[in-house]
């Protein structure tokens, strides 16, 4: 009976700790934050003037939790920017977003404020082709956009409070996990996005839709354009970028589809999911990266003797981005390794698939270098897809001071030489001594 008992509260002590482990991991972050919004009565400029506050989000996935609410905020914060925010989805208790005590690092966090209205896209806005009842509207929204640490998880969300209340429910969220991606050139290319909607609220399947835009460098266009409610896609569609529909109706699933990488889609992605009067954006950076392929000529290179000049070029042709750097080593016969410089580099050549190419060129004086009896010579491309080498072996004869293998070489090479002039001169010794002996024998 004792072990029994004792079994029990070994059990109940097993169990009690299973469960603050799991509430200890699933517990929610107290988010750091700026309110932003543009100043009163000061427009006029290209960009208008704004105003930051620090602000904090207490978060909990249940609704009517005291809990976060017991907690205190900073002095140095103003009760009116600390908001107490209901997530059921408990995407704003992603792990990233919850730093440990004392970390330095920070999650990024904008709050703004947010005035729901009617989309002027043609693909959204059938959404609210029916006029909701403003009941729900006649509220206080706010978005909020988040960035986890290491760049984790991006989130952008929709919340909802009753007029005069801090208490805001997410209403909708759209989240990615590719914050930043890297690909090879031809590979196909997955950029997270997903949405997720308070089943509680009045516009939960009244429809969505979605949008992938691109921008780099000022330059905008439409990849992908989606009406859920109808089921349609724009006409003006991206070739090779598509969605896995099933997905995107059943769980939500946005994520855009690159069937094959090119230089040309390094950029930012925007992906918006609208619902009527509301909608949400994260943006996903993609960056192709394809290291550079290396060519030496000529190949091999021909035998050099001392004081001679060789002029040795390395081509490096299909990469992407454009950082790269060259330079040559070489390495002696001894196995010792030294820097010859970067040598003479052209600028950079573009192909007609947006890769780059770039050449250098080295020349080397055998008699200034010291480069002995030869050895390897190799250009090596420094790239963000990674480093590349390629080398060529350099042969110099004749030098002033002969090796022993050299000098072996020679000596054998002299002993040929004496037997054959040996074998020479005998022959014609003993040819000459035959004739005269026949001369005595008729004279006699």
Not at 72 to 96: E, K
Not at 322 to 350: A, I, M, N, Y
Request: charged content about 20%.
């Amino acid at each position: 009976m004792t072990d029994f008992s004792t079994i029990y509260k070994l059990s109940l002590v097993a169990v009690a700790c299973f469960v603050q482990a799991c509430s200890s991991s699933s517990s929610c972050p107290v988010v750091d934050c700026w309110f932003v919004q543009e100043k009163a009565g000061r427009g006029g400029g290209l960009t208008a003037p704004t105003t930051q506050e620090k602000s904090l989000l207490f978060i909990g996935t249940e609704a009517h939790s005291e809990s976060p609410k017991t907690q205190q905020a900073p002095p140095d914060i103003s009760p009116d920017r600390v908001y107490f925010v209901t997530d059921p989805d408990a995407t704003l208790c992603h792990r990233s977003l919850n730093p440990p005590k004392g970390s330095i690092k920070k999650p990024q966090c904008e709050i703004n404020p947010f005035q729901p209205q009617i989309s002027s896209l043609k693909w959204a806005a059938p959404l609210t082709e029916s006029a909701l009842s403003p009941i729900y509207l006649q509220a206080d929204w706010i978005s909020t956009a988040i960035q986890g640490l290491n760049k984790q998880l991006g989130v952008s969300s929709i919340m909802r409070a009753p007029t005069g209340s801090k208490e805001h429910d997410v209403v909708l969220s759209v989240t990615t996990k590719t914050v930043s991606v890297q690909s090879r050139l031809g590979e196909p290319v997955l950029l997270d996005c997903g949405f997720w909607t308070d089943p509680t609220s009045p516009l939960y399947g009244s429809g969505f839709a979605v949008e992938w835009r691109y921008q780099f460098r000022g330059d905008g266009r439409l990849v992908l354009a989606y009406d859920g409610k109808a089921d349609r896609l724009a006409d003006t569609q991206e070739e090779g970028a598509t969605l896995d529909f099933d997905s995107l109706h059943e769980k939500g699933n946005a994520s855009l589809i690159l069937q094959e990488a090119q230089v040309r889609h390094s950029g930012t992605y925007i992906c918006t999911v609208y619902l009527p009067y509301l909608l949400a954006q994260v943006a996903v950076e993609l960056e192709i990266v394809e290291p550079p392929s290396l060519s030496i000529h000529p190949s091999p290179l021909p035998l050099s003797v001392p004081g001679q000049i060789l002029t040795v070029q390395c081509d490096a042709s299909g990469f992407a981005p454009l950082s790269l750097e060259l330079s040559w080593e070489f390495k002696d016969t001894d196995g010792k390794s030294r820097p010859l410089g970067s040598g003479s580099v052209t600028g950079h050549r573009q192909a007609w698939d947006g890769t780059f190419s770039q050449s250098s060129r080295l020349e080397l004086d055998t008699s200034k270098l010291d480069l002995g009896r030869g050895g390897e010579v190799t250009c090596v491309a420094v790239h963000p897809g990674g480093t590349r080498r390629a080398s060529v072996t350099l042969n110099v004869i004749g030098f002033s001071t002969p090796s022993i293998e050299d000098s072996m070489a020679m000596v054998g090479v002299a002993l040929v030489l004496y037997g054959l002039i040996k074998f020479v001169s005998w022959t014609f010794t003993g040819s000459g001594s035959d004739e005269a002996n026949k001369k005595d024998k008729k004279e006699k």
